[in-house]
Protein backbone atom coordinates (compact mmCIF):
# COMPACT_ATOMS: atom_id res chain seq x y z
CA UNK A 1 0.00 0.00 0.00
CA UNK A 2 1.05 3.14 -0.44
CA UNK A 3 1.88 5.61 2.04
CA UNK A 4 -0.53 8.62 2.24
CA UNK A 5 -3.01 5.82 2.54
CA UNK A 6 -1.28 3.80 5.12
CA UNK A 7 -1.30 6.94 7.14
CA UNK A 8 -5.41 8.04 6.35
CA UNK A 9 -5.76 4.02 7.76
CA UNK A 10 -3.70 4.59 10.60
CA UNK A 11 -5.57 8.11 11.25
CA UNK A 12 -8.85 6.40 10.82
CA UNK A 13 -7.35 3.40 12.86
CA UNK A 14 -7.30 6.01 15.99
CA UNK A 15 -10.99 6.75 16.05
CA UNK A 16 -13.63 5.14 19.00
CA UNK A 17 -15.03 1.89 17.42
CA UNK A 18 -12.78 1.27 14.11
CA UNK A 19 -10.02 -1.07 13.86
CA UNK A 20 -7.74 -2.57 11.25
CA UNK A 21 -10.14 -3.65 8.88
CA UNK A 22 -12.63 -1.04 8.91
CA UNK A 23 -10.49 1.51 8.64
CA UNK A 24 -8.63 0.06 5.48
CA UNK A 25 -12.02 -0.51 4.26
CA UNK A 26 -13.73 3.07 4.95
CA UNK A 27 -10.12 4.13 3.25
CA UNK A 28 -10.61 2.40 0.09
CA UNK A 29 -14.42 3.71 0.57
CA UNK A 30 -13.28 7.16 0.44
CA UNK A 31 -10.23 6.94 -2.14
CA UNK A 32 -11.55 4.37 -5.08
CA UNK A 33 -15.33 3.93 -4.75
CA UNK A 34 -16.76 7.25 -3.49
CA UNK A 35 -13.44 10.06 -4.08
CA UNK A 36 -16.50 12.84 -4.61
CA UNK A 37 -17.38 11.97 -0.59
CA UNK A 38 -14.16 12.86 0.58
CA UNK A 39 -14.02 16.68 0.11
CA UNK A 40 -17.09 16.59 1.45
CA UNK A 41 -16.03 14.98 4.54
CA UNK A 42 -12.97 17.26 4.91
CA UNK A 43 -15.38 20.52 4.67
CA UNK A 44 -17.69 18.95 7.38
CA UNK A 45 -14.83 18.23 9.79
CA UNK A 46 -13.50 21.28 9.08
CA UNK A 47 -16.53 23.84 9.21
CA UNK A 48 -17.69 21.18 12.43
CA UNK A 49 -13.73 22.11 14.29
CA UNK A 50 -14.41 25.87 13.01
CA UNK A 51 -17.71 26.47 14.89
CA UNK A 52 -18.14 23.89 17.85
CA UNK A 53 -17.39 25.44 21.15
CA UNK A 54 -18.15 24.60 24.57
CA UNK A 55 -21.80 26.86 25.68
CA UNK A 56 -20.88 29.23 28.35
CA UNK A 57 -23.45 28.11 30.95
CA UNK A 58 -23.46 24.44 30.48
CA UNK A 59 -20.52 22.84 28.85
CA UNK A 60 -22.52 21.13 26.05
CA UNK A 61 -21.19 21.56 22.45
CA UNK A 62 -22.45 24.93 21.24
CA UNK A 63 -22.64 27.50 17.88
CA UNK A 64 -23.26 30.07 19.85
CA UNK A 65 -22.52 31.94 23.45
CA UNK A 66 -24.95 29.22 24.55
CA UNK A 67 -26.24 25.45 23.09
CA UNK A 68 -29.61 25.12 21.81
CA UNK A 69 -30.60 23.56 25.14
CA UNK A 70 -29.68 26.37 27.23
CA UNK A 71 -31.06 28.69 24.56
CA UNK A 72 -34.79 26.79 24.86
CA UNK A 73 -36.92 28.90 26.84
CA UNK A 74 -39.35 25.27 27.48
CA UNK A 75 -36.61 24.14 29.23
CA UNK A 76 -37.24 23.74 33.25
CA UNK A 77 -34.05 25.49 33.83
CA UNK A 78 -34.90 24.78 37.79
CA UNK A 79 -33.54 21.43 37.10
CA UNK A 80 -30.00 20.67 36.64
CA UNK A 81 -29.04 17.06 35.36
CA UNK A 82 -24.65 16.51 36.21
CA UNK A 83 -23.35 14.50 33.40
CA UNK A 84 -19.73 13.67 33.31
CA UNK A 85 -18.99 13.76 29.22
CA UNK A 86 -21.11 15.46 26.22
CA UNK A 87 -22.04 11.44 25.55
CA UNK A 88 -23.77 10.85 28.31
CA UNK A 89 -25.92 14.05 27.82
CA UNK A 90 -26.49 13.40 24.22
CA UNK A 91 -27.58 9.82 25.41
CA UNK A 92 -29.77 11.45 28.25
CA UNK A 93 -31.68 13.35 25.55
CA UNK A 94 -32.15 10.39 22.67
CA UNK A 95 -34.39 8.68 25.72
CA UNK A 96 -36.78 11.85 26.00
CA UNK A 97 -37.29 11.37 29.24
CA UNK A 98 -35.61 14.69 30.51
CA UNK A 99 -37.02 18.26 29.67
CA UNK A 100 -34.53 20.49 32.22
CA UNK A 101 -30.99 21.63 32.04
CA UNK A 102 -27.79 20.22 31.68
CA UNK A 103 -24.20 20.52 33.01
CA UNK A 104 -20.94 18.84 31.39
CA UNK A 105 -18.35 18.36 34.10
CA UNK A 106 -16.16 17.40 31.55
CA UNK A 107 -14.49 14.67 33.59
CA UNK A 108 -14.94 13.33 37.19
CA UNK A 109 -12.52 13.69 39.99
CA UNK A 110 -9.52 11.16 40.28
CA UNK A 111 -6.77 12.03 42.26
CA UNK A 112 -4.89 8.91 41.10
CA UNK A 113 -5.08 10.59 37.89
CA UNK A 114 -4.12 13.83 38.71
CA UNK A 115 -8.27 14.58 38.14
CA UNK A 116 -8.94 17.60 40.63
CA UNK A 117 -11.89 19.83 40.61
CA UNK A 118 -9.95 22.78 39.15
CA UNK A 119 -9.30 20.28 35.94
CA UNK A 120 -13.62 20.23 35.97
CA UNK A 121 -16.22 22.80 34.66
CA UNK A 122 -17.27 23.78 38.15
CA UNK A 123 -16.77 27.62 38.21
CA UNK A 124 -20.04 27.98 35.84
CA UNK A 125 -22.02 25.31 37.88
CA UNK A 126 -21.49 27.28 41.54
CA UNK A 127 -22.33 30.47 39.20
CA UNK A 128 -25.65 28.86 38.01
CA UNK A 129 -26.78 27.69 41.27
CA UNK A 130 -26.37 30.82 43.30
CA UNK A 131 -28.50 32.33 41.40
CA UNK A 132 -31.02 30.60 43.51
CA UNK A 133 -33.62 29.66 40.53
CA UNK A 134 -32.10 26.00 41.03
CA UNK A 135 -34.96 23.70 42.80
CA UNK A 136 -33.10 20.30 41.78
CA UNK A 137 -29.42 18.84 41.11
CA UNK A 138 -29.37 15.92 39.56
CA UNK A 139 -26.47 14.04 39.51
CA UNK A 140 -26.38 11.33 36.69
CA UNK A 141 -22.63 10.53 37.12
CA UNK A 142 -21.72 6.60 37.17
CA UNK A 143 -21.01 4.59 40.49
CA UNK A 144 -17.29 4.03 40.15
CA UNK A 145 -15.10 4.89 42.69
CA UNK A 146 -14.44 8.68 40.43
CA UNK A 147 -17.90 8.85 40.38
CA UNK A 148 -18.93 8.65 44.10
CA UNK A 149 -16.14 11.03 44.97
CA UNK A 150 -17.36 13.72 42.53
CA UNK A 151 -20.80 13.19 43.55
CA UNK A 152 -19.57 13.72 47.53
CA UNK A 153 -17.41 16.74 46.45
CA UNK A 154 -20.65 18.42 44.88
CA UNK A 155 -22.80 18.08 47.92
CA UNK A 156 -20.03 18.91 49.90
CA UNK A 157 -19.32 22.30 48.07
CA UNK A 158 -23.09 23.39 47.35
CA UNK A 159 -23.08 27.25 48.15
CA UNK A 160 -24.03 27.85 51.35
CA UNK A 161 -28.03 28.91 51.68
CA UNK A 162 -29.54 27.76 48.53
CA UNK A 163 -32.19 25.31 48.03
CA UNK A 164 -30.98 23.09 46.22
CA UNK A 165 -31.89 19.26 46.87
CA UNK A 166 -29.36 16.96 45.31
CA UNK A 167 -30.69 13.48 43.78
CA UNK A 168 -29.06 10.69 42.64
CA UNK A 169 -29.86 9.12 39.21
CA UNK A 170 -30.89 5.65 39.66
CA UNK A 171 -28.81 2.24 39.15
CA UNK A 172 -30.48 -1.22 38.82
CA UNK A 173 -31.43 -3.85 35.85
CA UNK A 174 -31.42 -2.35 32.67
CA UNK A 175 -34.89 -2.45 31.55
CA UNK A 176 -35.88 -5.60 29.59
CA UNK A 177 -32.65 -7.37 31.75
CA UNK A 178 -33.18 -10.24 33.86
CA UNK A 179 -31.40 -10.86 37.01
CA UNK A 180 -30.19 -13.84 35.81
CA UNK A 181 -27.78 -12.19 33.20
CA UNK A 182 -27.18 -9.23 35.72
CA UNK A 183 -23.47 -8.70 37.18
CA UNK A 184 -23.43 -8.76 40.85
CA UNK A 185 -22.02 -5.03 41.00
CA UNK A 186 -25.27 -4.48 39.19
CA UNK A 187 -27.39 -6.71 41.13
CA UNK A 188 -26.14 -5.09 44.69
CA UNK A 189 -26.68 -1.50 43.13
CA UNK A 190 -30.54 -2.92 42.06
CA UNK A 191 -31.53 -4.23 45.56
CA UNK A 192 -29.79 -0.80 47.47
CA UNK A 193 -32.10 1.23 45.17
CA UNK A 194 -35.64 -1.05 45.66
CA UNK A 195 -38.59 0.92 46.36
CA UNK A 196 -42.09 0.57 48.08
CA UNK A 197 -44.10 -1.01 45.44
CA UNK A 198 -47.97 -0.25 45.40
CA UNK B 1 -27.13 18.93 18.50
CA UNK B 2 -25.62 22.04 16.80
CA UNK B 3 -25.73 21.78 12.80
CA UNK B 4 -22.11 21.78 12.15
CA UNK B 5 -22.23 18.33 14.50
CA UNK B 6 -25.49 17.21 12.56
CA UNK B 7 -23.99 17.57 9.02
CA UNK B 8 -20.00 15.68 10.31
CA UNK B 9 -22.20 12.99 11.71
CA UNK B 10 -24.36 12.53 8.47
CA UNK B 11 -21.12 12.55 6.27
CA UNK B 12 -19.49 10.35 8.59
CA UNK B 13 -22.88 8.03 8.39
CA UNK B 14 -22.48 7.67 4.75
CA UNK B 15 -18.89 5.57 5.44
CA UNK B 16 -19.40 1.86 4.87
CA UNK B 17 -20.02 0.03 8.78
CA UNK B 18 -20.76 3.09 10.24
CA UNK B 19 -24.08 3.55 11.68
CA UNK B 20 -25.97 6.39 13.67
CA UNK B 21 -24.58 5.43 17.00
CA UNK B 22 -20.92 4.72 15.53
CA UNK B 23 -21.12 8.25 13.56
CA UNK B 24 -21.97 9.92 16.33
CA UNK B 25 -19.30 8.31 19.14
CA UNK B 26 -16.80 9.35 16.28
CA UNK B 27 -17.68 12.92 15.83
CA UNK B 28 -17.87 13.28 19.68
CA UNK B 29 -14.67 11.95 20.03
CA UNK B 30 -12.98 14.49 17.39
CA UNK B 31 -14.72 17.28 19.00
CA UNK B 32 -14.69 17.01 22.81
CA UNK B 33 -13.02 13.90 23.85
CA UNK B 34 -9.88 14.10 21.35
CA UNK B 35 -9.52 17.81 19.56
CA UNK B 36 -6.21 17.56 18.28
CA UNK B 37 -6.84 14.39 16.25
CA UNK B 38 -9.42 16.46 13.71
CA UNK B 39 -6.80 19.04 11.64
CA UNK B 40 -4.49 15.00 12.00
CA UNK B 41 -7.30 13.10 10.45
CA UNK B 42 -8.47 16.05 7.78
CA UNK B 43 -4.64 16.53 6.67
CA UNK B 44 -4.24 12.89 6.35
CA UNK B 45 -7.41 12.77 4.39
CA UNK B 46 -6.45 16.13 2.22
CA UNK B 47 -2.67 13.80 1.59
CA UNK B 48 -4.51 10.73 0.58
CA UNK B 49 -6.89 12.53 -1.81
CA UNK B 50 -3.87 14.69 -3.63
CA UNK B 51 -1.66 12.23 -3.55
CA UNK B 52 -2.85 8.74 -4.36
CA UNK B 53 -3.90 7.72 -8.03
CA UNK B 54 -4.59 4.92 -10.21
CA UNK B 55 -1.44 2.67 -10.85
CA UNK B 56 -1.01 3.38 -15.35
CA UNK B 57 -0.37 -0.60 -15.23
CA UNK B 58 -3.16 -2.37 -13.28
CA UNK B 59 -5.36 0.31 -11.58
CA UNK B 60 -4.32 -0.30 -8.20
CA UNK B 61 -3.98 2.22 -5.64
CA UNK B 62 -0.49 4.55 -6.55
CA UNK B 63 1.58 7.42 -5.49
CA UNK B 64 3.81 7.23 -8.49
CA UNK B 65 3.31 6.30 -12.19
CA UNK B 66 3.29 2.47 -10.54
CA UNK B 67 1.57 1.06 -8.04
CA UNK B 68 4.25 -0.50 -5.22
CA UNK B 69 3.21 -4.03 -7.05
CA UNK B 70 3.93 -2.99 -10.13
CA UNK B 71 7.10 -1.35 -9.48
CA UNK B 72 7.98 -4.57 -7.64
CA UNK B 73 10.92 -6.34 -9.59
CA UNK B 74 10.61 -9.44 -7.42
CA UNK B 75 7.01 -9.75 -8.21
CA UNK B 76 6.16 -12.66 -10.85
CA UNK B 77 5.13 -10.51 -13.88
CA UNK B 78 4.08 -14.03 -16.14
CA UNK B 79 1.26 -14.58 -13.86
CA UNK B 80 -1.74 -11.86 -13.67
CA UNK B 81 -4.71 -11.81 -11.14
CA UNK B 82 -7.57 -9.98 -12.37
CA UNK B 83 -9.58 -8.75 -9.47
CA UNK B 84 -13.08 -6.63 -9.67
CA UNK B 85 -12.06 -3.83 -6.77
CA UNK B 86 -9.23 -2.97 -4.89
CA UNK B 87 -10.24 -4.29 -1.51
CA UNK B 88 -10.30 -7.58 -3.13
CA UNK B 89 -6.39 -7.36 -4.12
CA UNK B 90 -5.97 -5.58 -0.64
CA UNK B 91 -7.49 -9.15 0.64
CA UNK B 92 -5.10 -11.56 -1.46
CA UNK B 93 -1.99 -9.62 -0.82
CA UNK B 94 -2.87 -9.68 3.02
CA UNK B 95 -2.95 -13.76 2.65
CA UNK B 96 0.73 -14.03 1.75
CA UNK B 97 -0.24 -16.59 -0.66
CA UNK B 98 0.33 -14.64 -4.25
CA UNK B 99 3.77 -13.78 -5.88
CA UNK B 100 3.00 -12.41 -9.52
CA UNK B 101 0.89 -9.26 -10.41
CA UNK B 102 -2.69 -7.78 -10.44
CA UNK B 103 -5.09 -6.36 -12.96
CA UNK B 104 -7.98 -4.03 -11.53
CA UNK B 105 -10.95 -3.95 -13.53
CA UNK B 106 -12.60 -1.60 -11.55
CA UNK B 107 -16.13 -3.29 -11.99
CA UNK B 108 -17.57 -6.25 -14.13
CA UNK B 109 -20.07 -6.43 -16.97
CA UNK B 110 -23.80 -6.05 -15.81
CA UNK B 111 -26.12 -5.01 -18.44
CA UNK B 112 -28.79 -4.38 -16.24
CA UNK B 113 -27.02 -1.97 -14.81
CA UNK B 114 -25.98 -0.20 -18.25
CA UNK B 115 -21.68 -1.89 -17.58
CA UNK B 116 -19.82 -2.21 -20.59
CA UNK B 117 -17.03 -3.78 -21.45
CA UNK B 118 -15.33 0.64 -22.20
CA UNK B 119 -16.51 0.86 -18.35
CA UNK B 120 -13.80 -1.49 -17.11
CA UNK B 121 -10.30 -1.15 -16.81
CA UNK B 122 -9.61 -3.48 -20.06
CA UNK B 123 -7.41 -1.30 -22.50
CA UNK B 124 -4.15 -1.64 -20.10
CA UNK B 125 -5.15 -5.15 -19.73
CA UNK B 126 -5.20 -6.06 -23.84
CA UNK B 127 -1.45 -4.02 -23.73
CA UNK B 128 -0.12 -6.16 -20.85
CA UNK B 129 -1.50 -9.53 -22.84
CA UNK B 130 0.15 -8.23 -26.30
CA UNK B 131 3.55 -7.75 -24.79
CA UNK B 132 3.62 -11.59 -24.64
CA UNK B 133 5.24 -11.86 -21.43
CA UNK B 134 1.67 -13.29 -19.31
CA UNK B 135 1.70 -16.74 -19.10
CA UNK B 136 -1.14 -17.49 -16.75
CA UNK B 137 -4.26 -15.12 -16.30
CA UNK B 138 -6.22 -16.21 -12.79
CA UNK B 139 -9.56 -14.74 -12.59
CA UNK B 140 -10.41 -13.65 -9.31
CA UNK B 141 -14.11 -12.80 -9.59
CA UNK B 142 -17.08 -13.58 -7.89
CA UNK B 143 -19.20 -16.55 -9.19
CA UNK B 144 -22.39 -14.19 -9.74
CA UNK B 145 -24.09 -13.67 -12.95
CA UNK B 146 -21.67 -10.75 -13.69
CA UNK B 147 -18.88 -12.19 -12.65
CA UNK B 148 -19.05 -15.33 -14.68
CA UNK B 149 -20.34 -12.36 -18.02
CA UNK B 150 -16.78 -10.61 -17.06
CA UNK B 151 -14.90 -14.41 -17.19
CA UNK B 152 -16.48 -15.17 -20.56
CA UNK B 153 -15.98 -12.10 -22.09
CA UNK B 154 -12.15 -11.91 -20.90
CA UNK B 155 -11.80 -15.46 -21.98
CA UNK B 156 -13.51 -14.65 -25.66
CA UNK B 157 -11.40 -11.38 -25.78
CA UNK B 158 -7.50 -12.69 -25.71
CA UNK B 159 -5.57 -11.60 -28.12
CA UNK B 160 -5.03 -13.43 -30.92
CA UNK B 161 -1.37 -15.37 -30.95
CA UNK B 162 -1.01 -14.97 -27.28
CA UNK B 163 0.01 -18.15 -25.02
CA UNK B 164 -1.89 -17.05 -22.11
CA UNK B 165 -3.52 -19.79 -20.02
CA UNK B 166 -6.54 -18.23 -18.21
CA UNK B 167 -7.84 -20.24 -14.48
CA UNK B 168 -10.42 -19.28 -12.37
CA UNK B 169 -9.93 -19.16 -8.44
CA UNK B 170 -11.77 -21.79 -6.60
CA UNK B 171 -14.55 -21.77 -4.82
CA UNK B 172 -16.31 -24.10 -1.88
CA UNK B 173 -16.19 -24.12 1.89
CA UNK B 174 -14.36 -21.37 3.53
CA UNK B 175 -11.43 -23.06 5.64
CA UNK B 176 -11.94 -24.13 8.55
CA UNK B 177 -16.26 -24.26 7.90
CA UNK B 178 -18.07 -27.28 7.96
CA UNK B 179 -20.55 -28.70 5.35
CA UNK B 180 -22.92 -28.50 8.16
CA UNK B 181 -22.76 -24.30 7.97
CA UNK B 182 -22.33 -23.74 4.25
CA UNK B 183 -24.94 -22.70 2.79
CA UNK B 184 -26.52 -24.78 -0.86
CA UNK B 185 -24.77 -22.45 -3.44
CA UNK B 186 -21.24 -22.71 -1.46
CA UNK B 187 -22.06 -26.71 -1.73
CA UNK B 188 -23.10 -26.58 -5.12
CA UNK B 189 -19.46 -24.77 -5.84
CA UNK B 190 -17.36 -27.29 -3.56
CA UNK B 191 -18.74 -30.43 -5.04
CA UNK B 192 -18.21 -28.99 -8.69
CA UNK B 193 -15.16 -27.95 -7.90
CA UNK B 194 -13.81 -31.14 -6.29
CA UNK B 195 -10.31 -32.25 -7.04
CA UNK B 196 -8.68 -35.86 -6.79
CA UNK B 197 -7.27 -36.89 -3.24
CA UNK B 198 -4.24 -38.34 -3.03
Redesign the interface.
Known amino acids: ?????E??Q???K?????GYR?S??????????K?A??????A?????????RRCSRCGH???AEL??ICADEKRDRTLICVVE???DL?AIERSGAYKGVYHVL?GKLSPLHGVGPADLNLASLWTRLETGEVRELILALPNDVEGEATCHYLTEHLPAGGQVTTTRIGFGLPSGGGVLYADSVTLKSALEGRRGYQ
Open positions: MTSAFQLKQLQLPGLSERIALHLLVEPRLPELVALEAAARTVLAECPHVPVH
